[in-house]
């Protein structure tokens, strides 16, 4: 055991437990998965899995890196149903979201990264190959599987977004040999391939792209060939203007930009608003705001109970407002524009995911967290919003010029089909690795 290992050991773990047995109390997330945590495991247990088995296990920090993960899983599934395929998450968001992924053996939470607990999971799972997904790494499981002597990547790898967190000695020396313990890292981009070469991370490291855009289109076909609800339910000169993952900010500037629209552009305006976060409060809030609303739930049943002309009459001139999650990307499909939430906070939302559907974007000026909003901008298909002014010329601009969409549109499309593939070149490795 090397010096890194010996203080991560002697420090880090018995702090983080401490840390995490406090937390617990006022949590009810972190609560949830300590508690939960090895229950979940049980899925493995039961599989009684052998090295013989070719097992393959994935670690995803939460959802968005799992959708990462996704094409690759199903693409080996696809070769070879033999294989068997464990998933773990950290955070309680992506456990239960995914606990029934079909194309998963098992589902489980990881366990934390104690060296009784690795040892005791790694026993159990029994991987010819381990593959964590971009970020959410721990040294104790691998520095295990090294030991073991099982193949382990790391893929849609990134560079940390604020480099200054590595500048101390320490820090630097205990990320590099982190790092160093994969036998390929496979990068999202060029830029990100130097930041581990010059940490001096000693890893078979290849440039790719962001396996997402591979699940992209392939979810993009599918929502456009059966959308949540057909746009037809609208009136035919109406062009729908998405705002996703939506906070109070973002709603407050369409507000007021939609105050001071035109009137004749106002007409030819439907908005359909997703907030971030649904809960009951927030709904209340933009109930409020928007006052002649509908939420979406209630348009699904409308949907399901009436014909096309009596569910637009019912629809009338609202603003649709969804209340439950998991249904923006199907909702992209039906729209002609999109305004992208979190641009006056933390930082931008997912651009790639309405990107894939060929439509000219929006966001606030918080976006350089994203590198799929830096190149999307420099591409020019999404537009900066500083404030209501530059929102309300966005829109009449692009209510009233059709080729406009559609060469913004063209171009967002281009750029998620033109960096599709790295889940082909993934699995081509993986094979060379399981065979």
């Known amino acids: ?35 939960n945590c090895w229950q979940s495991i049980d899925s493995v247990r039961k599989l009684n899995l052998q090295r013989s088995d070719k097992t393959i296990w994935f670690h995803s920090a939460s959802m968005g890196e799992f959708e990462q993960a996704k094409p690759i899983i199903e693409k080996l599934k696809a070769k070879n149903k033999n294989i068997k395929i464990v998933c773990s998450f950290f955070s309680p968001s992506g456990y239960k979201n995914q606990k029934n992924y079909e194309f998963a053996d098992a589902v489980c939470y990881l366990p ?31 520095e295990q599987i090294k030991k073991r002597q099982i193949k382990v990547m790391l893929i849609d790898a990134t560079a940390p977004q604020s480099k200054s967190i590595l500048n101390p000695f320490f820090i630097r020396g205990f990320t590099r040999t982190n790092y160093s313990f994969f036998d390929y890292i496979f990068t999202v981009g060029e830029k990100h391939t130097v930041f581990f070469k010059e940490l001096g991370v000693k890893s078979n490291i290849k440039t790719l792209s962001d396996t997402r855009f591979d699940r992209i289109i392939e979810k993009v076909s599918q929502n456009q060939a059966k959308p949540l609800v057909p746009k037809s339910i609208f009136n035919e000169d109406e062009l729908v203007l998405i705002a996703g993952s939506s906070w109070e900010e973002d709603e407050k500037l369409i507000f007021n930009a939609l105050r001071n629209i035109e009137l004749s552009y106002k007409e030819q305006l439907r908005l359909i608003i997703v907030p971030h976060e649904p809960t009951e409060e927030h709904i209340q809030r933009l109930q409020t705001l928007f006052s002649d609303t509908l939420l979406f739930s209630k348009l699904l049943e409308i949907t399901k109970k009436y014909d096309i002309s009596e569910v637009r009459k019912i629809v009338g001139k609202n603003t649709i407002i969804v209340d439950s999650i998991g249904k923006l990307l199907g909702l992209y499909s039906i729209a002609d524009f999109a305004y992208i939430g979190g641009g006056f906070g933390a930082g931008i939302h997912s651009v790639t995911e309405p990107a894939g559907y060929g439509i000219p974007l929006s966001c606030g000026p918080k976006y350089k967290v994203s590198h799929d909003a830096v190149n999307l901008v420099k591409l020019n298909t999404l537009k900066i919003i500083e404030g209501k002014t530059d929102f309300t010329k966005w829109l009449e601009e692009l209510i009233s010029d059709e080729n406009k969409r559609d060469e913004l549109g063209k171009i967002a499309k281009d750029h998620i089909n033109n960096n599709a593939g790295a889940s082909d070149e993934i699995v081509k490795n993986v094979d060379l690795l399981i065979c």
């Open 1 to 35: 055991m090397n010096f890194y290992s010996i203080v991560y050991n002697a420090l880090f773990i018995p702090l983080a437990h401490l840390i995490i047995f406090f937390l617990k109390m006022f949590n009810p997330k972190l609560k949830e998965r300590e508690e």
């Open 112 to 142: 934390f990264d104690s060296k009784k607990n690795v040892k005791m999971f790694l026993d159990l799972v029994n991987p010819c190959l381990v593959v964590f997904v971009r970020y959410e790494i721990w040294r104790n499981y691998l």
